[in-house]
């Protein structure tokens, strides 16, 4: 373990059912019942389940139709977007209030980076219980807090205590504890890495810190020296204060369709939406990119992306659709298709120049017009002809973050 880690004192704060929770505050009916909020259509899938739902075996990503299967009595509410942004802003101020290394992990996550404020706040312990007290009073809401060395034990620490807890994870107890710890409670090893890990023998994060590293490296690549980091409770990483986080490297959006797409001008019309989803979420980050991704899954769940990349960097939506759709007429469709996906890499800041053409320059004022409508009223208020009135956009991924930013963890 580095010396930092054994300096440093990290919180994860991870409120509770956040959604159901939120949508529960506000309707004292839902109240102690099983329910789940979701999007909209057949196929929507479960965003937040309550943990009254989540007895049933009813879980995030789950879809709709098999959540209803398992608990009949279940209600479903619709997403409420901005109710929820604005209660993690809420909460994002009552964290700030402790430490200004705040680091917004998603729309209900943060770390948080206590050290200097011990001695102030008299303990880790005391800021984690005026964390949970100012939260509550202010928004009626729960949420589990760890504590730790470093992100990594202190995210362990909070889920180990769901709903409501308060775990603190010392130094001294890193080792019992990891010894039998499945390698499926680590955070950043998911069923897929975790299979793997099982068929070597592997089931503990014990057994999995006692492999070589070397064996781990020529197994997983780069992944195995952090697998082996991990297996010891080792990580360096920092708390990223907001508003300081890193440059993008991609953003892209998907969507899985209410029904089959059996013809390429259904297919188009959602490829130009999730564009015009992706180009405002761009611009209102100031970023552009080269490289086009266009993702389709096919009825039997086969997934593939096909990219092109441009000689100059782009971030409208009739731009992205054009592009996507170079890539979609050098695809042989062999079967209808059930979600389509856009995205854009190889960002940069301050990549557009302002256009030297009159025509082209009232464009570019006709497309920030429309941003500030839609930022201010709503997603598609102001939209192109065919797509006045769509609704498709209002959806949170689960990386939400302020300013709409995506930022992707290495080790997930």
């Known amino acids: 373990m580095s010396s930092a880690d054994r300096e440093r004192v990290i919180m994860h704060v991870d409120m509770d059912a956040f959604f159901a929770s939120v949508e529960q505050r506000t309707n ?39 959540a209803k299967r398992r608990c009949p009595d279940l209600l479903c509410v619709q997403a409420n977007i901005p109710k929820y942004v604005d209660a993690s802003f809420r909460v994002l101020d009552i964290l700030q209030a ?3 290394d705040v680091e917004v992990y998603s729309i209900d996550e943060a770390f948080l980076d206590v050290t200097g404020s011990l001695l102030l706040f008299k303990g880790a312990e005391n800021i984690a219980r005026m964390i949970k007290e100012g939260i509550w009073d202010d928004l009626r809401l729960t949420c589990s807090i760890g504590i730790a060395p470093n992100k990594l034990l202190a995210k362990l620490a909070s889920n180990l205590e769901k709903p409501g807890g308060l775990r603190i994870i010392s130094q001294d107890e890193i080792p019992s504890l990891l010894e039998n710890l499945s390698v499926e409670q680590m955070w950043g090893i998911g069923p897929r890495l975790a299979k793997y890990l099982n068929a070597m023998g592997v089931f503990s994060c014990g057994q999995l810190g006692r492999v070589p590293a070397r064996l781990l490296e020529r197994r997983f690549g780069i992944m195995g020296r952090m697998l082996h980091n991990m297996a010891r409770g080792a990580d360096d990483s920092p708390v990223v204060r907001f508003g300081t986080e890193p440059d993008a490297k991609s953003m892209g959006h998907t969507m899985t369709v209410q ?22 979420r761009l611009r209102s980050g100031g970023y552009a990119g080269r490289t086009v991704a266009l993702t389709l899954r096919y009825t039997d769940f086969h997934t593939f992306s096909r990219r092109m990349t441009l000689k100059r960097h782009i971030n ?20 209808p298709v059930r979600l389509v996906g856009v995205s854009l890499a190889n960002l940069a800041r301050g990549a ?10 009232r464009k570019v004022e006709v497309i920030l017009a429309m941003d500030r409508v839609n930022n201010r009223y709503g997603d598609f208020t102001l ?12 959806a949170v991924t689960p990386r939400w973050r302020p300013g709409g930013v995506k930022f992707l963890c290495p080790i997930l």
């Open 98 to 100: 402790t430490t200004p």
């Open 352 to 361: 557009i120049q302002i256009p030297l053409f009159e025509d082209e320059r």
């Open 383 to 394: 939209s192109w002809g065919p797509f006045v009135g769509s609704q498709m956009s209002r």
């Open 259 to 280: 029904r089959d797409l059996k013809s390429r001008k259904e297919i188009s019309w959602y490829i130009f939406l999730l564009s015009e989803m992706l180009g405002r």
């Open 316 to 335: 409208t939506g009739p731009q992205i659709h054009e592009a996507a759709m170079r890539i979609l007429g050098g695809i042989r469709l062999r079967d």
């Open 28 to 66: 004292p009916a839902l109240v102690g019942k099983p329910l789940v909020v979701s999007g909209a259509g057949k196929r929507t899938v479960v965003t937040t389940a309550s943990y009254q739902a989540r007895s049933y075996g009813i879980k995030s990503g789950m879809p709709l139709f098999e």
